[in-house]
């Protein structure tokens, strides 16, 4: 996850970093991994206590943007007043949870502001760029858990679900995303019972199954040959009058 997130937390300091944030990752016990402020503003986060290594568990530190960003599994906004410990009243923090491969919450994407008149219409605005971040750390970090597999995006109106399914070259789903498992009535968490895309798809093999696969495999082959059958029969390992006979038993012109 750090190794993905990196080029994203700089990405979005640039964006929010002039107006007196932090960007702060955590992992999923509130624990701040990585964080990046400006300079002039580094003296401040680190005094809040808002550096690698804080924890900022709701355990530990009450309400606040972390800790209730982990304990409820949600984006959230903690706005001033808002945070428990009065320490902490001075801040805004607008945070998004990360999932892992598994659909299982691995961490936290938080924006911390230094600014007292930071308004909760901007912290809205800042809030939207922190899940977009979070999810695009999801969806890279799903492809790196998955790098020999082809990976399927689903379309979805929720902007701010990832929808990835990992499949083999059998189209044997292997993995997928929290929103997808949540679509598809899979386990919300941990490994994949294995089971084909078209299943998870609704759409049925039917009972011509193996013919399909066949006249798939038979036109890429025809393809790629330009549609010179001896030369795609060579590529199937086939003579000739056999590759003819299955084109003509596969209904291919």
Known sequence: MLRV???KLDALHQLVGASGCGVMLT???GVVLASRAADADLRVFHAWGLA???DWSEAS???NGIGTCIAEARRI???RDEHFHARNTAMSCMDAPIFGAEGE???ALDVSSARADQTEGFNRLIAAMVAQTAKQIEVETFRAAFPGARVIVADTDDAEAAMLLAVDPNDIVLGATRGARRAFGLAATGPISALPASDLFGREDGPTGFEKAERAAVIRALTRAGGNVSEAARTLGIGRATLYRRMKRLNIG
Request: charged letters at 15%.
């Open 27 to 29: 992992d999923a016990e």
């Open 52 to 54: 690698p290594g804080s």
């Open 105 to 107: 919450l691995i961490g």
């Open 61 to 63: 530190e009450g309400t």
């Open 77 to 79: 906004i903690i706005h």
């Open 5 to 7: 997130a990196a080029p």
